[in-house]
C-alpha cells in the first residue's frame, strides 16, 4: 500500500517520521511521499484505505469470505482445499485427526490475523486523526527532539485496542502532543488512559473544566450534583487514580499566599486559574493569613490527560469559587479571560467582572 501524504507543517511531518521509521503493522504504507497535494483529499484518501480494510474484516467475521494462508482474501470458502500435508498421511484415521487439527490450525491462524487486522485499523485511523490534530499547530510550537522509541511503542500498543471513535480522538491528541513536546506525558498517564471507558474520559473533561490549577474546590455537594457530578463520582474518579483526597481525614486543603497590589492601594490579591478563565481574589492589606481552601487533588498522570481537553465554563462555578474566597474574608472576586504562560496565569483587570453572591 502507498499512501500519499501532502507537505504539511513541522508536527505532522514528525508523526509520520515517527509512524515510518518506528512502523505501525499491517496497515503501515511501504512508502511515504510527501507532495504538494490538499491534505484534505490526502486524508480522505486514507480514510478510505482504512474503511475497505474494515469491510474486509466484517465479511471475514460473517463467514462471507475467508483469509488463505498467503494472506489473500477469498470470497468462496467452500472451494478451499485442505493442505497438502495431509498427502503425506498414512491412514484415514490418520486423514480424519490431521483434518480436524488442520482446521483448528487455519482457524488460529485466521483468528490471529483478524486480530492483527483489527489494531492496524485502530491505530491507522488513530494517526488520521493525529495528521488532522496537526494541521492546527504552529511550527513554533514544535519541539526539534525526536519522539521516544520506548514511549511509541508502548503507545502503540495501548492506542491499537482502541476501537471507540471518541476515544481514539483522545488517543491522536496524545501522540501529537508528545510528537509536538517529547515528555509531555509520562507513562503512567498512558496507564491511566488505557484502563478509561467512554464515561470515565467525559468525567474527566468535567475535571478539566472544574480544575483550579492542580485542584478542583470541594465546594458545595448540591452543585456538583446538579451538574452531574455526585459524590459516588467523586469517589470512582479517586478509586481510578484522577483524584485525590476525597476520602481523606478532613480532606484536603490548599493555601494561597496573597500578594501586595501595585494598582489597587492597601489591597492584596490572588490569582487562580480555571482556564480558561481567570479568578482574581482581593483581600485587605492588614491579611497577613495564609488563604485555604478546601478542596480535591488532582493527580499528575489526570493532569497531563487534562491538557488534551477542551474546558468550558460550567454555569455556577464562579459563584462556588466567589464563595470560598469570601469566606476567607475577600473583599470581592472577579473573573474575566486568563493569560497563562505555563507557570503563571495573569488577568487584564479591565476585563474582569466582579461576582455577586447569593
Not at 126 to 137: G, N, P, S, Y
Not at 231 to 240: D, G, K, P, V
Not at 273 to 301: E, H, M
Request: charged share 25%; proline share 4%.
Amino acid at each position: 500500500m502507498v499512501w500519499v501524504i501532502p507537505i504539511g507543517g513541522k508536527l505532522a511531518g514528525k508523526i509520520w517520521d515517527t509512524v515510518d521509521k518506528f512502523g505501525t503493522g499491517i496497515l503501515r504504507p511501504t512508502q511515504i511521499k510527501r507532495v504538494t497535494k490538499a491534505r484534505a483529499e490526502a486524508q480522505r484518501i486514507m480514510a478510505l484505505s482504512v474503511a475497505k480494510a474494515e469491510l474486509e474484516v466484517a465479511q471475514i467475521r460473517a463467514g462471507a469470505a475467508i483469509l488463505s494462508h498467503d494472506g489473500k482474501l477469498l470470497s468462496n470458502p467452500a472451494k478451499l482445499t485442505v493442505s497438502d500435508d495431509l498427502a503425506q498421511l498414512q491412514s484415514p484415521a490418520d486423514i480424519e485427526e490431521m483434518s480436524e487439527l488442520t482446521q483448528i490450525l487455519r482457524e488460529q491462524n485466521a483468528n490471529a490475523m483478524l486480530d492483527q487486522l483489527r489494531k492496524a485499523i485502530n491505530l491507522s485511523k488513530i494517526i488520521i486523526e493525529a495528521d488532522k490534530v496537526a494541521e492546527k499547530t504552529s511550527d513554533e510550537s514544535v519541539s526539534d527532539e525526536d519522539v521516544s522509541e520506548d514511549w511509541f511503542f508502548k503507545w502503540k500498543g495501548r492506542a491499537e485496542e482502541i476501537s471507540d471513535e471518541d476515544m481514539q480522538k483522545i488517543w491522536a491528541r496524545l501522540l501529537a502532543g508528545e510528537a509536538r513536546a517529547p515528555k509531555s506525558f509520562s507513562i503512567h498517564a498512558l496507564n491511566l488512559l488505557s484502563s478509561f471507558s467512554k464515561q470515565d474520559a467525559e468525567l474527566l473533561e468535567k475535571i478539566g473544566s472544574l480544575s483550579i490549577g492542580e485542584y478542583i474546590l470541594k465546594g458545595d455537594g448540591k452543585f456538583f450534583e446538579s451538574i452531574g457530578l455526585n459524590y459516588r463520582n467523586i469517589l470512582y474518579l479517586e478509586s481510578i487514580n484522577v483524584l485525590s483526597g476525597v476520602t481523606a481525614m478532613g480532606g484536603l486543603t490548599h493555601q494561597y499566599v496573597p500578594q501586595l497590589s501595585s494598582s489597587i492601594p492597601h489591597t492584596k490579591y490572588i490569582i487562580v486559574p480555571n482556564r480558561p478563565l481567570a479568578y482574581l481574589a482581593t483581600f485587605a492589606a492588614s491579611k497577613n493569613d495564609l488563604v485555604s481552601l478546601s478542596c480535591y487533588g488532582i493527580t499528575k498522570p489526570a493532569q497531563e490527560l487534562l491538557t488534551l481537553c477542551d474546558p468550558v465554563q460550567i454555569d455556577g462555578y464562579n459563584v462556588e469559587i466567589a464563595k470560598a474566597f469570601k469566606k476567607q474574608g475577600a473583599l470581592s472576586v472577579k473573573y474575566g479571560p486568563g493569560i497563562f504562560n505555563g507557570i503563571q496565569t495573569a488577568v487584564m483587570e479591565d476585563l474582569l467582572t466582579e461576582i455577586t453572591v447569593p
